[in-house]
């Protein structure tokens, strides 16, 4: 595989994780992806959420939570009372509800500096995936596997790559900030 083939690759995931850090940060709405990162301590082993239950998201206002294994309810509970996600969980024996209150002004402006945060953390992760493929670019350079025009366009193309994934990113922030803002 080509040192650009390599980047882009990594371009894209890292775009993909800064995607879903944003999903796990939570709107007024109720997602799924809220509880995704969520571990159980099931039987005394820590297992996610996903691999004990299943999440549903009925309402715009409410999270249902199916465990496959209805002794599990009280762990899953438990948890997300533990969380720092300020949820509520209520159950009735067979599935688990968790209501998704409004934000608040105060925690709306909070999490939209989470989400530039965590946009910035996805630039710099970009940036680092540039900075190596170019050095790895004039690494062939000095090898004398291509010649200073190859790298002087790759690094340009490599410029250009970067340039369209960090504004990926600002869009998929600008995004995630104007759904925290919805009232």
């Given at each position: 595989?080509?040192v650009?083939?390599?980047?882009?690759?990594?371009?894209?995931?890292a775009?993909e994780?800064?995607?879903?850090?944003?999903?796990?940060?939570?709107?007024?709405?109720?997602?799924?992806?809220?509880l995704?990162?969520?571990?159980?301590s099931?039987?005394?082993?820590n297992?996610?959420?996903?691999q004990?239950a299943?999440?549903?998201?009925?309402?715009?206002?409410l999270?249902?939570?199916?465990?496959?294994d209805?002794?599990?309810?009280?762990d899953?509970?438990?948890?997300?009372?533990?969380?720092?996600?300020g949820?509520?969980?209520?159950?009735?024996g067979?599935v688990?509800?968790?209501p998704?209150?409004q934000?608040?002004?105060?925690?709306?402006?909070?999490l939209?500096?989470?989400?530039?945060?965590?946009?910035?953390?996805g630039?710099?992760?970009?940036?680092?995936?540039?900075r190596?493929a170019?050095?790895?670019?004039?690494?062939?350079?000095?090898k004398?596997?291509?010649?200073?025009?190859?790298?002087?366009?790759?690094?340009?193309?490599m410029?250009?790559?970067?340039?369209a994934?960090?504004?990926?990113?600002?869009?998929?922030?600008?995004?995630?900030?104007?759904?925290?803002?919805?009232?």
């Amino acid at each position: 595989m080509d040192v650009k083939e390599e980047a882009e690759r990594k371009f894209k995931k890292a775009v993909e994780a800064t995607a879903g850090e944003f999903g796990s940060i939570r709107t007024g709405r109720a997602s799924p992806q809220l509880l995704e990162k969520l571990v159980i301590s099931y039987y005394g082993t820590n297992t996610p959420l996903n691999q004990i239950a299943t999440v549903s998201a009925p309402e715009a206002r409410l999270l249902v939570i199916q465990p496959y294994d209805r002794n599990s309810i009280g762990d899953i509970e438990k948890a997300i009372t533990q969380s720092d996600l300020g949820f509520v969980p209520s159950d009735d024996g067979q599935v688990v509800r968790v209501p998704v209150p409004q934000l608040t002004e105060d925690r709306r402006k909070e999490l939209g500096k989470l989400v530039k945060h965590r946009a910035e953390e996805g630039r710099v992760a970009v940036r680092n995936v540039r900075r190596d493929a170019i050095e790895a670019l004039r690494e062939e350079e000095k090898k004398g596997e291509s010649t200073k025009d190859d790298l002087h366009r790759d690094t340009e193309e490599m410029q250009k790559l970067t340039d369209a994934y960090i504004k990926e990113i600002d869009e998929l922030m600008e995004k995630k900030i104007k759904e925290l803002m919805e009232i």
